[in-house]
C-alpha cells in the first residue's frame, strides 16, 4: 500500500468542510497510514470526535491542559511522532495563528512544535480566501516551507457564493500526501525536460541594457514542479535575483541568443516549457564603452535587430519536443493574442495571461492564465505562482500519458 507504515496527525479546524475529514481519514487508513486526529473547538462544532476517532481507530486530541494527555508533554510528543502534519481544512484563523506563531489551543502549539513537514488543505469563503490579511498569512506560509494543496474553485456552503475556496477533495488531499512522502510513482520519470524561465538583458553599452520585467518566479517554480514529478529538468535561466530551484541543473545566461544556443543544445528533449520574457529586439552593434551624454547634444540613436524566437525556433526544430508549451504575456487581447501564438510559433499549449501594470503580475507572486490549445481555452483562477506550476506541471504529464 502506497502509506503503509507512514504516520500522519491530522488535523481538524472549524468549517463546513470539516465533514470532508471523515472521507479523508478512510481514504488514508486505507492505504496504509495511521492517523492520529487533533479537533480545535470550532471543529467539534461540525463533527463530533466520536465520529472522527470510529473511523480513525485512534484516541481524539482536543485540549491542550488534559491531565491525561499532557502528563508527558503530550502536545510536543504530538507534533515530532508523526511522518507528516495535515491541515484539513485549514480555516482562516488557524493559518494566521500559524503565520504569527500563535500557541493558545492544541492544534496551534503542536504546529508550532513540530520539525515535521506540514500540507495544509485551506477550506474559507472566497471573500476571506481573497482578503490582504489571509494573503500575507499564506505568502508567509509559504515561505516558512509550509505546502498548500488548493482552495479550489466551485460553489459554497453559502446560497449563491461561489468561488476560490473549497477545500481540495480528499482524494486530492491523499496525492498530495503521496507525494510529499516520496511513496507514489513518478508520471514524469524517464521524462526530460527544458525550462526558459526571467527576462534576457540585451546589452546597450556595458552598464545599459534592454530588458522585461520578468522575476523569473514563474519559470522556476515550473522548472521546480516538473521534477517534482520525477522529470530531468533543465533550466534555463536569465538573469534573476530568485534561487535556483532544487533538484534542477540550471544553466545562467544573459542574452537572448545565448538562451536559444542554451536550449537547441539540450534538443531532443520530451518537454519544452518558455516561460522566459525574451527581449524582442537588441541593440543591432552594442558600445564598447559606456555611452556618454553630451551637453546640447540629441540622444544617440538606436539601431535594433530582432532577437532569434526562440519558441518558435523550438516549435519547428527537426527534434522538436513531444510537448512544447509557450507563454503570451499581453496587455490586450489576450485570449487572440495567445491563439495567434498557438499557430505561429508550432505550440501544443499556450499559457496567456494579462500583464497589465495594474495585475501586479509581472514581478509578483500570483498569476490568472488562460490555457489555449487547439481544442480550446481553459481559463484558470487567481493563483499563486507555485499552485499555476503544480496545475500546470500535472496538465503536462496528464498530456503525454495520453500520448
Not at 48 to 73: C, I, N
Not at 247 to 270: C, F, I, Q, Y
Request: aromatic fraction near 2%; charge should be neutral.
Amino acid at each position: 500500500m502506497e502509506l503503509q507504515g507512514k504516520r500522519i496527525l491530522l488535523i481538524i479546524s472549524g468549517g463546513i468542510a470539516a465533514y470532508k475529514s471523515l472521507d479523508l481519514i478512510r481514504r488514508l487508513r486505507e492505504r496504509g497510514a495511521a492517523v492520529r486526529p487533533v479537533m480545535t473547538k470550532a471543529a467539534q462544532e461540525f463533527v463530533t470526535p466520536l465520529a472522527v476517532g470510529a473511523l480513525s481507530a485512534s484516541h481524539v486530541y482536543v485540549d491542550l491542559f488534559s491531565r491525561e494527555d499532557e502528563q508527558d508533554v503530550g502536545h510536543i510528543r504530538l507534533a515530532r511522532d508523526t511522518d507528516l502534519v495535515v491541515v484539513a481544512p485549514a480555516s482562516a484563523d488557524l493559518m494566521a495563528k500559524m503565520a504569527h506563531g500563535l500557541a493558545d489551543d492544541l492544534a496551534s502549539t503542536v504546529l508550532l512544535a513540530t520539525d515535521r513537514p506540514v500540507l495544509v488543505a485551506p477550506a474559507m469563503n472566497p471573500k476571506m480566501w481573497a482578503a490582504p490579511a489571509t494573503r500575507r498569512n499564506v505568502e508567509t506560509l509559504k515561505a516558512d516551507g509550509i505546502r498548500f494543496i488548493g482552495p479550489m474553485t466551485g460553489e459554497m456552503a453559502e446560497s449563491s457564493e461561489a468561488g476560490v475556496g473549497r477545500m481540495a477533495e480528499p482524494l486530492e488531499i491523499v496525492a498530495a500526501v503521496v507525494e510529499l512522502l516520496d511513496g507514489g510513482p513518478k508520471p514524469l520519470a524517464g521524462r526530460t525536460a527544458i525550462v526558459t524561465s526571467g527576462p534576457t538583458h540585451e546589452p546597450i553599452d556595458p552598464v545599459r541594457y534592454i530588458a522585461n520585467r520578468s522575476s523569473g518566479r514563474q519559470g522556476h517554480a515550473i522548472a521546480a514542479a516538473l521534477a517534482k514529478l520525477g522529470a530531468d529538468v533543465t533550466l534555463v535561466s536569465g538573469p534573476v535575483t530568485i534561487s535556483d530551484p532544487a533538484g534542477v541543473k540550471t544553466v545562467h545566461v544573459e542574452r537572448a541568443d545565448e538562451m536559444l544556443e542554451a536550449v537547441v543544445s539540450r534538443l531532443p528533449a520530451d518537454i519544452a516549457v518558455m516561460v522566459a520574457a525574451v527581449a524582442d529586439w537588441r541593440v543591432a552593434t552594442s558600445a564598447g564603452q559606456k555611452i556618454k551624454k553630451k551637453s546640447g547634444e540629441p540622444p544617440p540613436p538606436l539601431v535594433l535587430a530582432e532577437n532569434p524566437d526562440i519558441l518558435k525556433t523550438v516549435g519547428h526544430h527537426d527534434k522538436r519536443p513531444k510537448l512544447v508549451v509557450g507563454f503570451a504575456a499581453e496587455t490586450q487581447d489576450v485570449e487572440k493574442n495567445g491563439r495567434d501564438k498557438l499557430l505561429r510559433k508550432g505550440a501544443d499549449l499556450i499559457v496567456a495571461n494579462d500583464v497589465s501594470p495594474e495585475t501586479g503580475i509581472m514581478g509578483g507572486t500570483r498569476n490568472r492564465v488562460k490555457i489555449i490549445s487547439a481544442k480550446g481555452v481553459e481559463e484558470w483562477p487567481d493563483l499563486g505562482k507555485d499552485e499555476v506550476a503544480a496545475r500546470l506541471a500535472n496538465l503536462i504529464a496528464g498530456r503525454l500519458a495520453g500520448a
